[in-house]
């Protein structure tokens, strides 16, 4: 290692430990900490956690939730077909439901060695930038790959291509902890072959990302935008080495930049604009907010074959797929008194976690929804972009966010994940098969809290797993 980079190291551990004995004492579970989502918690726990409609919506309400539940968790159709209202399907896609990629509205995952489709994991694409391309890139972020477009589908209806097929290699690497104990960290390589359509531009980026879980969703766009911009200090003006930073996106229905909130990069910013996003290059299906559907100039066969309508998802269906979306409910905590999770809550602040997993925001009295107003939610998100080191870079930008940068993931409910979903595979492309390796990918601005964990015995971490465990 570089001595002025081992130097800087050790100095950002050195002030980590020293902050332990600044760090809150937690001896016991703070007033309401187990309602994740206010009044809007559930409390459930089992396989179904995340699917759950917010437990203060009204007996009238919870039927407008199942209507938009069924428009999101059944598949749609190709066209023409006498099921109008589900039809439209492609011409290329990547699943035929929104819950084949949100298994259970949960996680989603990499595809396995012998899966016919990389259904929960998508592959973003584009090309770098030119000076020419400063407006174009202020209303779409990023410059689509021009074969291809700005997603691959690697599926498509009958007489067209899908676009290429999708698979994941790892190599492998051994990290040493302090105590001498060791883990193996799994890096991904993408691989795409069968392109349907030639070859990809030569500066083509790539960027894999899987399914976020949808739970709690409503409240985080119900959070007032001066709480998240309260956070954020891009020159790191405070010295702490946490330059958190917001996404500014462009809005189709304000027409204007806006501050980005949702995706792995904060590249929407709201949910009906990050459903009618799905809806478009998930499924080829188009909609009022997003007219166009996927295909390309170099995709003739995509382009001349029939759809659904225009638009093929109705106003109605949108708006009933943004109530759906805006009230799936937060599970509530677990053992929250316990020793071992009050421990681990303890190292969580003593390593800095919370300088950008904040935990508790108040929802704004106005929010769109009256059941997700007022509010005390504990998501452990900024919401804002942070340099996750090299490690985890995708080398790709979208809006103002470079290739080094992911929003802050919320932790609320990741406990769940394995009883949810069947798994525990983390990270914006699944590499991480359980938490301590998501921890240990931490770089950039995380590198002197992955440091402090390093340095954990194991009856430390074991407590620390289990206070994330508990959320």
């Known amino acids: 290692m570089h001595v002025k980079y081992r130097t800087a190291l050790l100095l950002l551990t050195s002030l980590c430990l020293s ?10 579970a703070e007033p309401g900490e187990a309602l994740s989502g206010g009044t809007a918690t559930v409390n459930k726990a089992d396989q179904n956690a995340f699917s759950m409609p917010s437990a203060n919506l009204s007996p009238a309400r919870r039927l ?24 439209g399907l492609g011409p290329l896609f990547n ?38 391309d400063a407006e174009y890139l202020l209303r779409h972020g990023v410059v689509a790959e021009p074969t291809y477009g700005n997603q691959l589908q690697d599926m498509a209806v009958p007489g067209v291509r899908p676009e290429g097929k999708i698979r994941v290699s790892y190599s492998y690497q051994t990290i040493t902890l302090a105590d001498g104990t060791s883990v193996e960290l799994r890096k991904p390589t993408l691989q795409i072959s069968n392109l349907g359509y030639g070859d990809f531009h030569h500066g083509t980026q790539f960027s894999a990302r899987v399914a976020p879980p949808m739970i709690g969703l409503g ?29 500014q996106v462009w809005d189709r ?3 204007r930049s806006v501050l980005g909130r949702f995706g792995w990069k904060a590249g929407q910013p709201s949910l009906n604009q990050q459903n ?19 295909c390309t100039q170099a995709q003739p066969d995509c382009l001349n074959a029939a759809n659904g309508g225009a638009p093929e998802v109705s106003d109605n269906i949108l708006s009933t797929v943004l109530f759906y979306t805006r009230n799936l409910g937060v599970p509530a905590r677990r053992d929250i008194n316990e020793p071992d999770v009050l421990r681990g809550k303890n190292l969580f602040y003593s390593a800095g976690c919370q300088s950008c997993h904040t935990p508790t925001f108040t929802t704004a009295a106005d929010a769109a929804e009256p059941e997700l ?15 996750m080191g090299e490690g985890l870079a995708d080398n790709r930008s979208e809006f103002q966010a470079n290739g080094r940068e992911w929003r802050t993931p919320p932790l609320w409910g990741i406990g769940l994940t394995e009883r949810v979903n069947g798994h525990t595979q983390f990270l ?17 601005e995380a590198e002197a809290a992955k440091q402090y964990v390093l340095n954990l015995n194991a009856v430390e971490r074991k407590a620390l797993l289990a206070f994330l465990n508990s959320l």
């Open 19 to 28: 902050a332990c004995d600044e760090a809150p004492r937690f001896t016991h």
């Open 64 to 87: 407008d939730f199942s209507v938009g539940n069924s428009f999101f968790r059944n598949p749609w159709v190709i066209a023409p077909t006498t099921t109008t209202a589900r039809d």
């Open 95 to 132: 699943t035929n439901a929104c819950q084949n990629c949100h298994i259970k509205d949960g996680r989603g995952h990499p595809p396995g060695p012998d899966a016919k489709s990389s259904v929960s994991m998508l592959v973003r694409l584009s090309i770098p930038a030119s000076d020419k």
């Open 219 to 247: 409240l985080l766009e119900a959070i007032p935008e001066a709480a998240i911009l309260a956070n954020a200090d891009p020159d790191d003006s405070n010295g702490d080495g946490i330059s958190g930073r917001p996404n």
């Open 253 to 255: 229905t304000q027409q």
């Open 276 to 294: 009618a996003d799905a809806f478009a290059n998930d499924m080829g299906l188009t909609s009022s907010l997003i007219a166009q559907d996927n």
């Open 373 to 387: 107003a007022n509010q005390t939610i504990r998501p452990y998100s900024d919401l804002l972009l942070h340099d």
């Open 428 to 444: 914006h492309d699944g590499r991480a098969r359980n938490l301590l390796e998501a921890i240990l990918w931490h770089g950039g």
